[in-house]
């Protein structure tokens, strides 16, 4: 086989010791005689990933805060890494075949069957490494950058079938090379490629390709990363997993590998996996992007430092050249021991040896091990905890509207509301508009009682207050605990209507709420207070009245650390509350106003995860603590934005009656419902054409059909119709506060 690798890299044996302060328990890890790997990369990059630990990660997070979720069926092969902070999660019939090493602050929850290893309290031996890692002047992106392009690809973007050698090519029966390295400024064997994204679909394959066993590739990518539909970028030749690094740059979107499922892990990635699956092979380091393989294949390494790293559906990393044999995870002792307990453990074990341990310890450690070794523990603990508050953070969140068409529901993927984990806190909003007033609409979430999927829990949505209607606008406001079933942490959520209407969402997910307590049970109820407030057909909104808790002039009650998650929604569907103005305008010759961004009051940022321009602006603001009764937090709509500036709707026909004229558009719908200011140009009936520095009042209902004042008799066709965004709508603000995790 002309492709196959035709050497393979020697690796030494070695045996890694993670030890906690002297205060606390010594707990020796066999990682299966993890082999440590031979120096690949250039020297600098290499430098960066030295020592015996972060080359043989299949998984390693930064700590960002960086969250693994893992949803069966899915697999990794080898250790996970995670450093303070974040959360583990691992549900479904998902498989981890090696040990996982959690940092003091990285939570975890596992339900799936195969309980991998778990070793907490890790961060003196993985914060040493992450820094390793981000060391901005020795880092691995640091070293990367130092590295001068010595491959070209065509237009800096991967989007098609290519491959890639270096000067070391001297002809292979079957392989043709499509670019060279041209030059050698890193020296002879180190390779880099610059890119500004990679974006390889339906079955494309990228080929890396070299003869010599000390070549090495590094791919530094400023843009997209995506590899879905079966593409794979898989090596050739002498090229091992640890001689390519893909560098994605900077923040951006997600790095994305999807395809098709690999459940059965045994035969992928050896020595390029020929099987028509999404497939990357290499190191994938992304510091500040999120990963999701969904599903997707790494045979190599992934680290990750964006907000979460989540594989499902079958996705897998295997690291296949670290762990050559299935690891095991052999603790010299079995114990779980809580913060500042003080405990006395005895075991005696059978095949490994023998230890003794007496200790203070503030570790916690949850272990179910394919080990080698039996151990008994006998141990007697005072615990004397000490609860440390962890404010709310919001970490992810989405929006969407079911278009001007309207329906029942929010559309075929229902409502996004981020990535997300078990026990995490999501407050959804959701809006309609009618051509009536009232709406008289029933908004109905996913579900209202608690319920058991196939995989896990789906607890209940739980409303706040009522749905409030201003005209012919309703909004309503809803919280959910993320539970543990597959279905859940997809991430998305239908809301249903009881009638055909026009309607959009927007969601703002919290993680550190007291839903995910640790030092005491998690609460039912995350929320503390509730405070709401209308207007009518103004420019502001800001919340009034008394609060659930009974906070008066629109205040409300705020417990210590924790944060506020405000919902603001409006008629106006050229408009959200928060959002910036347009410079560009519909004047018809009177001059555009200078814009005026929408604003927030009282600390409140935003805003976040906008529904806006279609169905009703909706939007999210947020805030931290700052005293125990806050606000109220008032909000302002941008002055203004104007929907198609300077080009207008264009215009089928119109009618007149002499009193009355009736438009038709054949560029699609008005968008606005009720009456708005604007004007119309160019058609063929003069008599229809709004004199310059002048507007008309224009009544629509949202359709392609509006009518407007005038004196003209007959008819006429074309031109075009403009619309000037009236800044105002029909308004609700709801806020809320959230409790904190203990």
């Known amino acids: 086989m002309a492709l196959m690798r035709q050497n ?105 069957p195969s309980k991998p290893a778990l070793f907490t309290d890790q961060d003196s031996f993985l914060s040493p490494l992450v820094s390793q890692l981000l060391n901005p002047a020795s880092g691995l992106s640091a070293a990367a950058d130092l590295l001068k392009p010595d491959i070209i690809i065509p237009g800096g973007v991967l989007n098609g079938n290519l491959t890639i050698c270096d000067q070391n090519y001297v002809g292979v029966a079957g392989l043709h090379c499509d670019v060279f390295a041209t030059s050698s400024p890193n020296g002879p064997n180190c390779h880099d490629v610059d890119l500004t994204g990679v974006n390889l679909k339906r079955g494309q394959k990228l080929t890396i390709y070299s003869q010599s066993t000390s070549a090495s590739f590094t791919i530094k990518d400023s843009g997209t990363f995506s590899v879905t539909g079966g593409a794979q970028i898989t090596l050739g030749g ?63 390494e992934v680290i990750a430092g964006g907000v979460e790293m989540a594989m499902a559906a079958g996705a897998a990393v295997v690291d296949r050249e670290a762990h050559t044999s299935t690891p095991t995870a052999t603790p010299t002792a079995t114990a779980t021991q809580t913060a500042t307990a003080t405990a006395t453990a005895t075991a005696t074990a059978t095949a490994t040896p023998t230890a003794t341990a007496t200790a203070t310890a503030t570790a916690t450690r949850t272990a179910t091990a394919t080990a080698t070794a039996t151990a008994t523990a006998t141990a007697t603990a005072t615990a004397t905890a000490t609860a440390t508050v962890v404010p709310p953070s919001n970490q992810t969140g989405g929006s969407i509207d079911n278009s001007f068409a309207g329906g029942t529901n929010l ?16 407050i959804v909003a959701v809006n309609l508009i009618s051509a009536s007033s009232p709406p008289n609409v029933t908004i109905t979430p996913p579900n209202t009682t608690d319920m058991v999927g196939m995989t896990g829990t789906i607890p209940k949505w739980t409303q706040l207050g009522s749905t409030i209607t201003v005209g012919n606008y309703e909004q309503a406001l809803f919280w959910h605990k993320i539970g543990t079933d597959t279905t859940e942490l997809l991430g998305n959520f239908q809301f249903t209507f009881s009638s055909s209407v026009r309607a959009s969402c927007s969601a703002l997910t919290w993680q550190h709420t007291c839903l995910e307590n640790v030092a005491s049970a998690p609460c039912t109820n995350p929320i503390l207070d509730y405070s709401f407030g209308t207007a009518s057909l103004m420019n502001g909104v800001t919340q009034t009245g008394t609060s659930m808790l009974g906070a008066t002039s629109g205040q409300i009650m705020v417990p210590t650390s924790g944060a506020i998650d405000g919902a603001y929604g409006t008629s106006d569907t050229f408009s959200a509350f928060g959002i910036a103005g347009n410079a560009s305008c519909n004047d018809n010759g009177s001059g555009c106003p200078s814009p005026q961004g929408g604003t927030f009051g009282l600390g409140m940022t935003g805003p976040f995860f906008d529904a806006a321009g279609t169905n009703g602006g909706l939007v999210h603001g947020k805030k931290g603590f700052t005293a ?14 104007d929907p198609d500036a300077g080009t207008g709707l264009s215009l089928s026909s119109i009618t007149g009656n002499g009193t009355t004229a009736t438009g038709t558009t054949s560029g699609g719908n008005l968008g606005y419902i009720g009456s708005l200011q604007g004007y119309i140009k160019s058609n063929g009936n003069p008599g229809f054409n709004t004199p310059t520095m002048t507007t008309v009042t224009l009544t629509t209902n949202g359709a392609t059909t509006f009518t407007f004042p005038n004196s003209t008799n007959g008819s006429g066709s074309g031109g075009s119709v403009f619309e000037q965004d009236p800044a105002v709508g029909n308004d609700v603000s709801q806020v809320v506060s959230i409790i904190p995790q203990l």
Not at 86 to 100: A, D, I
Not at 412 to 424: F, I, K, R, T, Y
């Open 411 to 426: 559309g075929q993927s229902g409502c996004p509301v981020g990535n997300v984990l078990s026990n995490e806190l999501t």
């Open 628 to 641: 125990t009764t806050d606000g109220p937090f008032s909000s302002t709509l941008p002055i203004r934005v």
């Open 238 to 300: 002498a090229l091992s997993q640890a001689d390519v690094l893909f560098d994605v740059v900077g923040k951006g979107a997600q790095v994305t590998i999807n395809g098709q499922t690999t459940t059965d892990v045994s035969g992928v990635c050896d020595f390029g996996d020929p099987s028509p699956k999404s497939q990357v092979e290499g190191i994938l380091f992304a510091p500040q992007r999120n990963v999701v393989l969904n599903p997707g294949l790494v045979c190599g």
């Open 8 to 112: 393979s890299k020697k690796w030494g044996a070695a045996v890694y010791r993670y030890r906690l302060t002297a205060a606390v328990c010594v707990i020796v890890l066999l990682l299966g005689m993890l082999p440590s790997r031979a120096s690949a990369l250039c020297t600098a990059e290499d430098k960066a990933l030295g020592g015996e630990g972060i080359k043989n990660f299949a998984v390693l997070t930064l700590g960002s805060p960086t969250s693994l979720r893992i949803v069966g069926p899915t697999n990794v092969v080898g250790t996970i890494g995670m450093a303070s902070h974040g959360k583990f999660v691992e549900t479904g019939h998902s498989s981890v075949t090696g040990s996982v090493l959690l940092g003091n602050d990285v939570s975890h929850s596992v339900s799936s």
